[in-house]
């Protein structure tokens, strides 16, 4: 179901609004540190998007937002669900090249469908599996869905949806959002009633 998705420019532009809802939330609660005013300090990033999100590759703006006053002048990086932290593939293409390599067993026919390297792919097999169900978004995810399997995720989670399939992988982005910055305390209160 999963395999057969490509996501182009009219996802990524409904991402890009998301991130730009969760952005104006964080710059209107203002800076964590003093309570000054946070103003708009982007920073361009080069995202990857593999054969399955080539189009995330245009957009490569990652919102942020540095504090006003003087003395302070803290960046604040809202969450994100464009970007899924420090990576360099877009959360999307992370998500869909995760699904195929769970699907296709032969690493070779993984990267033909996917154009990420097996090697990354098991690397983030091993963060689902791994460092990721320790997180309190998988806790979030559990006790909304009991029946997911640990072994087969991002898969089951996204298969425990009944939306459509790329509406599926935006509302599991929102979710993840949270986990991709570390300098916006309380990060799901942002993402939540977006997507």
């Known amino acids: ?59 490569r703006r990652r919102f942020s937002l540095c504090c006003g006053r003087e003395g302070c002048r803290k960046r604040s990086t809202p969450p994100s669900v464009r970007f899924l932290g420090r990576r360099v593939y877009v959360g999307a293409a992370v998500l869909l090249a995760s699904v195929i390599a769970l699907a296709f067993a032969a690493a070779g026919a993984a990267r033909r469908l996917s154009g990420v390297p097996a090697r990354t792919t098991r690397r983030w097999l091993r963060w689902w599996r791994g460092p990721f169900v320790t997180t309190p978004v998988f806790v979030d995810l559990t006790a909304r869905v009991l029946a997911l399997d640990r072994t087969r995720l991002p898969t089951s989670i996204l298969e425990a949806m009944t939306e459509a399939p790329a509406l599926r992988i935006e509302k599991l982005l929102v979710r993840l959002a949270p986990l991709t910055t ?14």
């Not at 570390?182 to 997507?195: A, D, E, I």
């Open 1 to 59: 179901m999963f395999e057969d998705i490509e996501l182009g420019g009219e996802f990524f532009r409904s991402l890009t609004a998301i991130d730009m809802a969760i952005t104006a939330g964080v710059a209107a609660a203002g800076c964590r540190f003093c309570g000054g005013r946070l103003h708009r300090g982007d920073y361009q990033r080069k995202p990857r998007g593999g054969l399955v999100a080539a189009a995330a590759e245009a957009f």
């Open 182 to 195: 570390t300098s916006v305390v309380g990060g799901s209160s942002f993402s939540r009633g977006s997507g």
